[in-house]
């Protein structure tokens, strides 16, 4: 099968939103309530805003190096193997911190539906992890059609909350205005880990960033995407939780683990409770196995370029998946569901994250070339990722940065053990072509707003189509 050349502007931006967008706006509101209340929806324009600067460098990235690898093959390309080995192994680190969080969520959101023990939640978790890895092994074509099924399912309770939601606020304004005064009831003092734990929420951008050599006229088209990808992003996440803080008191919201089942409740009585919590259950199950293989992914690669396990390339001989990795990841996931709380995962996953954008914002400074006038701001998003990335540095809890350095440190004995093996060349060849990123980054499972998207734009095509048909038309 050839390459499919000459992505457009609409694909590429249809592919950033379903990279972001996940079961991610069940889980964070519930984290920030208690800290800033519903100032927490300022928090989330700022946090679109780091995370469009962060996407355009990323974006800039891959126009210099149009190849798979992200951090890892944009830091490698401008320092070495060694600081890209670190960039890649603090973002696996970030994505395998995903798993523990979506395992304790699904179990929080079936607690609104079943009262569950604490031995009755540590068995949800394990069967949740499970069961998603034996997914992931045998049936990833199969799981990707379902997940595409259950779209709907996924995105409905939200955008019925919002539309229901923005109904109560043009007739009972004086609710909304209620329940935000005061705007900020707590103070500032945590307003900058709310703003930690929040970015999570827009992480997966960079994942949306082709290789420019599939986008047809990258310089305009990449810039553009990402921007109105990222706007489309913050418009859902602003929408949603500015019903969510409206129709609801924030004392109310930090009582409860699931935010949304409460709005849910508010507008719609008991069955809005059922109608967002099976939204929930089947958004976090969704987030939780598209994520569990592209982390096992990131692995394999790595291990392919001799910096992992050689174990860890091992492909299942049926199945053809990263059988290994699977399993490896699904046993800790497990033990941090058991040992960790979301707000703890989060925060370390985000300074493992930040730690990794902090040197592909250095990289963009090498690689940029005068010659690519066309890339407006290159010379300044470079410097304004580098401070974000050091604010939300600064920003998490000194546990998690004492724990990241040890953690970060851990990693240079594995490259300093691993990196004189020799490539497994057969397998990075095939993992690394183009064909085979673009056919991968086509079966992507979680889309949500990006079908929506793709639905709406078709349906709009053919109406045109239609219109042009009329008789007298031009």
Sequence with gaps: MGLRQGLSQFDLTNIIVGAIVGADIYIASALTTGLVGPFSIVLLAVAGLFAIAIAMVFAYCSYYVPRVGGPFAYVSEAFDDFYGYLAGWSMWIAELLALPVFAIAFA????????LTPVAKVAVRALFVASLTLVNIVGVR?????????????????????????????????????NYTPLLPLGLQNAAHALVLIFWAYAGFELGTLPAGEVENPQKA???????????????????NFVLFGVVNWTELDQSTVP????????????????????????????????????????????IDGLFPRAFAK???????????LIIQGAIAFVLSSIGNLPGLISFAVLNLAFSFLLTCFS??????????????????????IAICLFLLFSTTTFDKVTGVLVILAGIPIYLYYSPKTDIRHLKDVFLSEEAVFLRRLEAKETYLANLLALTHTVFRRIRRRGSREPGAR
């Design 108 to 115: 929080n959101y079936l607690q609104a539906l079943v009262p």
């Design 260 to 303: 949304l089942v409460v709005a849910g409740t508010a507008l719609f009585g008991s069955a809005g409770a059922l109608i967002m919590t099976v939204g929930a259950l089947f958004s976090v199950a969704g987030s939780d196995e598209s994520g569990m293989l592209g982390s096992a992914r990131l692995a394999y690669a790595m291990a």
């Design 222 to 240: 990449i810039p553009r995407a990402i921007v109105t990808g990222m706007l489309i992003v913050s418009f859902f996440y602003l929408s949603t």
């Design 315 to 325: 492909i299942h001989p049926r199945y053809n998946t990263p059988y290994v990795v």
């Design 142 to 178: 199969a799981a990707g059609r379902l997940n595409d099924a259950l779209t709907l399912i996924k995105l409905s309770p939200l955008l019925l909350l919002a539309v229901t939601g923005f109904g109560v606020f043009i007739v009972r304004p004086e609710t909304f205005v209620g």
């Design 364 to 385: 963009l400074i090498v690689l940029r070339s005068d010659g690519a006038a066309d890339l407006r701001g290159q010379h300044l998003l470079p410097l304004a990722g």
